[in-house]
């Protein structure tokens, strides 16, 4: 008899099924904001860019909820703001969308592309002049983004504003293209 106590020959592994309910619970984190539990997991070796079926990463998810803390915890553990989900969005466009100038600002600092398009040539700048968003197109500007820069269909933030009504961005853009 030995007095080494008896180890599994190999470690106890998740199902698929607990995998996919462990990641589902890591995704509910980042939309509520627990940047606590985010930042415990990601210091035990948890990805800071897991995706979702959706292809929406842990940042995208805080970004768009407006966490700015769990926001803050991701990039500080290298989660990537330029990521874009499968509908080709970035953090950054989805922050402009929702009209949270704090979260934009957080992830400029951390790294995002304010000139960072989706597939279709969407800019964070349109999003924000398409649904009225004055300060954060004036934030946007100063950060060096291009007031006069075209999507794919050679749709610019003012004409973007001018077509969905966003009547104060448009006259905020057509004063800079003056």
């Known amino acids: 008899m030995s007095d080494t106590p008896n180890k599994p020959d190999s470690p106890t592994r998740m199902s698929d099924e607990e995998a996919l309910e462990f990641a589902e619970q890591v995704f509910d984190?980042?939309?509520a904001g627990d940047a606590n539990m985010l930042d415990r997991l990601l210091e035990s070796g948890l990805t800071p860019n897991l995706r979702n079926h959706k292809g929406d990463t842990l940042l995208m998810l805080a970004a768009y909820h407006g966490?700015?803390?769990?926001?803050?915890v991701l990039l500080k553990h290298k989660a990537d703001?330029?990521?874009?989900?499968?509908?080709?969005?970035?953090?950054?466009?989805?922050?402009?969308?929702?009209g949270d100038l704090d979260v934009v600002r957080i992830l400029v600092e951390g790294g995002a592309d304010v000139e960072?398009?989706?597939?279709d040539g969407r800019t964070a700048l349109m999003m924000a002049a398409m649904f009225n968003r004055t300060a954060?197109?004036?934030?946007?500007?100063?950060?060096g983004a291009n007031p006069n820069?075209?999507?794919a269909k050679g749709v610019t933030p003012l004409m973007a504003a001018q077509t969905m009504g966003?009547?104060?961005?448009?006259e905020q853009l057509a004063r800079l293209s003056v």
Do not use: C, M, W
């Open 29 to 31: 984190r980042a939309r």
């Open 67 to 72: 966490h700015q803390d769990a926001v803050k």
């Open 81 to 98: 703001p330029e990521i874009r989900n499968a509908n080709g969005q970035s953090p950054i466009a989805g922050a402009a969308f929702k």
């Open 116 to 119: 960072g398009a989706s597939a």
């Open 136 to 143: 954060i197109v004036d934030y946007l500007i100063a950060q």
């Open 149 to 151: 820069v075209k999507d």
């Open 166 to 170: 966003a009547t104060e961005t448009a």
